[in-house]
């Protein structure tokens, strides 16, 4: 499998997913490719206005996408792509929409055959076997929790580890150790923003100048930087 799968698609001050291109550029390379965009994870804005944002900055970096719900039958335009890209927004939305369409198979058994995925957010939550670490409100029933399973292991994009000033809730870190007491048995990588995992040649990778938080149950989180080995969790 071919996978980068980016924490956040904006830093702060900078433009729409900006700091990820240069990384995005060399993960699919100078070959035209036919780039299917997804964009069933926006809610407070339009399909069109996201396909153009995402349009924008792909052709700064020479490639051409358009969004899957321009094609008349989208399990044939995921089945004829040679690229899949699932941009961010509600994790509950993206899932909702994919299953309605019968399109996380499709786009499982193109990923599992070598087509390269790029997902930034939500796009990352759905790689994981699991919706359950999102962050996002589950302001829609998405008729099951299932994800793609190109991953093994649980992904919490936007992880902070800080609890705001005055703050009383719960932090980031105690929702993830609830969700490890229930699921014993995975991993959650906390991925912090700016940073990215790029899976290649069964190699997965760090990439960005924070490091990764991960947790197991019952046992302390630890942290894993840019150069580490990470096959522990292929």
């Not at 433009?15 to 994870?41: R, T």
């Amino acid at each position: 499998m071919n996978l980068l799968l980016i924490s956040n698609s904006t830093m702060p001050g900078e433009p729409f997913l900006d700091y990820p291109k240069s990384e995005i550029k060399n993960f699919i390379g100078n070959q035209a490719l036919n780039i299917v965009f997804i964009p069933y994870a926006a809610i407070t804005f339009s399909y069109n206005e996201y396909e153009q944002k995402v349009i924008e900055r792909f052709n700064e970096i020479g490639h051409t996408i358009k969004s899957i719900h321009h094609f008349n039958n989208p399990i044939k335009a995921i089945t004829d792509a040679n690229c899949i890209v699932v941009g961010g927004g509600n994790t509950w939305q993206l899932t909702r929409l994919l299953r309605e369409k019968q399109l996380l198979q499709t786009i499982r058994k193109k990923v599992l055959s070598g087509t390269p995925y790029i997902g930034w957010s939500a796009g990352a939550n759905i790689a994981c076997p699991s919706i359950k670490t999102t962050n996002d409100m589950p302001i829609i029933d998405p008729l099951g929790f299932d994800a793609l399973s190109l991953v093994s292991f649980q992904i919490n994009p936007h992880y902070l580890d800080a609890n705001p000033n005055g703050h009383a809730g719960e932090t980031r870190q105690q929702r993830i150790e609830e969700f490890l007491e229930l699921n014993q048995q995975i991993t959650v990588a906390g991925l912090r923003e700016g940073t990215m995992l790029k899976l290649e040649n069964n190699q997965l990778k760090l990439i960005g100048n924070r490091s990764m938080r991960i947790f197991n149950y019952n046992k302390t989180p630890f942290e894993v930087n840019e150069n580490d080995d990470l096959s522990f969790l292929i």
